[in-house]
Nanobody, 115 residues
Framework: VQLVESGGGLVQPGGSLRLSCAASGFTFSSYFMSWYRQAPGKERELVAGIGSVGDSTNYADSVKGRFTISRDNAKNTVYLQMNSLKPEDTAVYYC?????????WGQGTQVTVSS
């Protein structure tokens, strides 16, 4: 199993970024996928999740209305569109696949929101 995130970077407050996670090694289209983030000194937290066919999504309260999770099952890729970014969104963002009780993680992509 491989999860490879990309798209992070440095952005000013109010800006936008689109993260991508390319998945391989499992039947991507059959599973729920999630994005998590971890800021320095804080626990990893769930940001957003999406059902196997993209018909159901959920978001942390802190990102509702600003972030959008989506997926392209033909490309085995899940996305996180982040708009109206705030300094408190600064974190390493991780793609997650959970199978039974085991979590698979990517290497993470750094998002820094700063002027």
């Amino acid at each position: 199993v491989q999860l490879v995130e990309s798209g992070g970077g440095l952005v000013q407050p109010g800006g936008s970024l689109r993260l991508s996670c390319a998945a391989s090694g499992f039947t991507f289209s059959s599973y729920f996928m999630s994005w998590y983030r971890q800021a320095p000194g804080k626990e990893r937290e769930l940001v957003a999740g999406i059902g196997s066919v993209g018909d159901s999504t959920n978001y942390a309260d802190s990102v509702k209305g600003r972030f959008t999770i989506s997926r392209d099952n033909a490309k085995n890729t899940v996305y996180l569109q982040m708009n109206s970014l705030k300094p408190e969104d600064t974190a390493v963002y991780y793609c997650n696949w959970k199978r039974y009780s085991y979590n698979y993680w990517g290497q993470g992509t750094q998002v820094t929101v700063s002027s």
